[in-house]
């Protein structure tokens, strides 16, 4: 069975950066779309940036672009996600995602079926 599992979140002031991982366990994560999506007390999920198979090809959203960076640790089977230059507005859970996708990767929540449990990042002064 595939499993998610988040780290690298935690406090950190404005500007900063943080280096999130998704380490995938039971599959080789070259085979899945993964996808970083967070979610703010009282908003809902939204993804922030995908990575799909085959030609490794990065999808981010408007929010990340140019400050956010996806990419794949074979070595470590795992995905991660770089992020600079941090608002407080990025103050949210973070989590991963992975699906199998025949096209490139998507920010649609449905089209993932495996779910990690997510960490916590602070943006805040």
């Known amino acids: 069975q595939l499993q998610l599992v988040e780290s690298g979140g935690g406090w950190v002031q404005p500007r900063g950066s943080l280096k999130l991982s998704c380490a995938v366990a039971?599959?080789?994560?070259?085979?899945?779309?993964i996808g970083w999506f967070r979610q703010a007390p009282g908003k809902e999920r939204e993804g922030v940036a995908c990575?799909?198979?085959?030609?490794?090809?990065?999808n981010y959203a408007d929010s990340a672009k140019g400050r956010f960076t996806i990419s794949r640790d074979n070595a470590k089977n795992a995905v991660h996600l770089e992020m600079s230059n941090l608002k407080p507005e990025n103050t949210a859970d973070y989590y991963c995602?992975?699906?199998?996708?025949?096209?490139?990767?998507?920010?649609?929540?449905?089209?993932?079926?495996?779910w990690g449990q997510g960490t916590q990042v602070t943006v805040s002064s």
């Open positions: 990575i799909s198979v085959g030609s490794f090809i990065p």
């Open positions: 995602a992975a699906a199998i996708m025949d096209r490139n990767c998507v920010f649609s929540t449905d089209a993932y079926d495996h």
């Open positions: 039971g599959y080789s994560s070259n085979i899945y779309s």
